[in-house]
């Protein structure tokens, strides 16, 4: 189960901006693309939008995240249901409040664990893409 609690922020921070609309309706599509990759096993799609200078948990980096998503992905298949999800932009940077219920299986087909976490991570716009500068665990 931590190891599970530890890959949520990670999957969280691949997502990647896209499409036009309102800066709130791209990182909202940005977070259904990630998810989507992530549930693929797709660890390249799911790191590809960290920043340079992203920081998760425990002082995770880009690399460390891609790494551990690769090592996780042939282990596990991992599913992302979103409870909740808040942003709000302000110029060039957002804040995104996320709560997930995070399920993820071996070789069968039912679910081995199953957990709910809460996340904010913070955005910022570079070139006209979102990049994730840092993510935090929320406490439940």
């Known amino acids: ?38 549930e693929a096993g797709d660890a390249s799609a799911a790191t590809g939008p960290l920043d340079p200078a992203f920081v998760g948990p425990e002082g995770m980096t880009k690399a460390a995240a891609r790494l551990f998503l690769q090592s996780t992905f ?7 249901t ?5 942003i709000q ?11 997930l219920l995070l399920t ?10 199953t957990s709910r976490q809460g996340f904010r991570l913070r955005w910022r716009r570079v070139a006209g893409d979102w990049k994730l500068l840092e993510l935090e665990a929320l406490q439940p």
Do not use: I, Y
Not at 89 to 99: H, M
């Open 89 to 99: 932009v302000r110029g060039s940077e957002a804040r995104q409040e996320v709560v």
């Open 1 to 38: 189960m931590t190891r599970a609690l530890l890959l949520v922020p990670v999957l969280l921070a691949g997502l990647v901006a896209c499409g036009s609309g309102s800066p709130e309706a791209q990182v909202h599509a940005a977070f259904e693309t990630c998810r989507t990759a992530v």
């Open 104 to 113: 993820s299986r071996g070789g069968g087909l039912l679910p081995q664990d």
């Open 74 to 80: 042939r282990q596990e298949k991992v599913g992302l």
């Open 82 to 86: 979103v409870l909740h999800d808040q």
